[in-house]
Each structure stands twice: as C-alpha cells, then as structure tokens.
C-alpha cells in the first residue's frame, strides 16, 4: 500500500512557488507524447539498435523480426516526436537517433535499470 498523509493539510507557500515553475500545458502533453513512444518494446528496440549503428529499414526489420511495413510505421511514430531522423542514400533511408539527448535518455535508462 501506498503511504499518504494522514491528515490533509495543504502547504499553500510549496503550492504556489511550484505551480510557477511548472511547464505550460502544451509542453506537458508533448513530454507525455515522447515517454508514450518509449513506452512500446518494438520501438524501443529499434531505439536501441540506432544506439548502436546508423540504420536502413531493411537493417532494422531484420533486427526486430517485422516487415518493413511495420517497422516503417514504429519510424513514423518515432520520427514524428523528434526521437529519430533519416537521410536518404540512393534507394536507402538510413534512420538515426535525432540527437544526443535521445542518446544520453536511453544509456541513463539502461544504467538505472541495470543497478
């Protein structure tokens, strides 16, 4: 079970300083947006793997066991919250986490849940 209080007894001082310091709503929904998208182990497997390696669709349906089709689909979702980005190279995409913050989420992930 879960510990609450045992009496409510608001602190209106903590209250006030941080509902200030909270985000805006929006920036909100979009943070929740970006957690729901690692929250599905196809995709965070695909995360994983682009940890490793710039990555074309055929290379990523071949590590995940899907077809391209779906394994595209997992991208769209991915790519439309910022978390990868792609480069075209003749007839490949090569897919590739966005940036280092993406990166540096799932190694903290990983060493949190390694301890």
């Known amino acids: 079970m879960t510990e609450v209080c045992k009496v409510y007894e608001e602190h209106m001082d903590k209250i006030i300083e941080v509902k200030k310091r909270l985000p805006e709503e929006e920036l909100i929904l979009d943070v929740a947006d970006f957690f729901d998208a690692l929250g599905n182990p196809t995709r965070l497997k695909i995360l994983f793997a682009l940890l490793e390696e710039e ?3 055929c290379d990523l349906s071949n590590i995940t066991g899907l077809s391209v089709s779906a394994v595209s689909h997992q ?3 991915l790519k439309d919250r910022k978390i990868v980005t792609y480069k075209k190279d003749g007839k490949n995409v090569f897919y590739r986490l966005d940036d280092e913050h993406i990166r540096e989420i799932l190694k903290i992930a990983l060493e949190h849940l390694r301890e």
């Open 55 to 57: 990555l074309c669709t």
């Open 75 to 77: 991208l769209r979702v």
